[in-house]
């Protein structure tokens, strides 16, 4: 990933809570079969130096068969994004020399793969995932609100994959490189189109160059 300096993040904490707010990540693979990208909810603990991505693939997604021959794989997480109109930045008014662009925040997250066909293991993982989706909700569905037979039935038609983190990136691109006047003008133009609660506008606010 290009990586700017002004744009680069580091925080594990900011990094982690990205791929939490937003599990649905790009699990690429590079296998005897040629490149191969499937989106997939993911969870991620704790442990390990960078924590470890949990998910599971349909049986039928041969994707896991590429992921057990393979030592490295990607994952990347898109966070919040919009694009940004030059019209917003006080610099065109005062030399017209701007450019649209796009701000952006991604994680992208590399890791060794295994694959999982335990049946407690996948069990714990669609719990897991499920009650972190449910746990908002004014009445959570639970995973054995499903009838037993069913939900054992599912289980045998899923894969586990488990990702052991060895490098973690994360890119932040939200106007850092413009004047405190332009990034002024970015967070109205963002709050006005998308309302004050806009998430790339609250990132622009609170980046610094």
Known sequence: MYEPQHFREDDPTLLAGLVRAHPLGLLVSAGPGGLLANPIPFLLDDDGAHGTLRAHLARPNLQWQDLATVSECLCVFQG???YVTPSWYATKRETGRVVPTWNYAVVQAWGRPRVVEDEGWLRRQIEDLT???EA???EPWAVSDAPEAFTAAQIRGIVGIEITLTRIAGKWKMSQNRSEADRAGVVAGLTEEG?????VAALVGRSRP
């Open 131 to 133: 009650a972190a989706r």
């Open 80 to 82: 919040p994004q919009a």
């Open 136 to 138: 908002a909700r004014p």
């Open 195 to 199: 309302g004050p609660a806009d998430p």
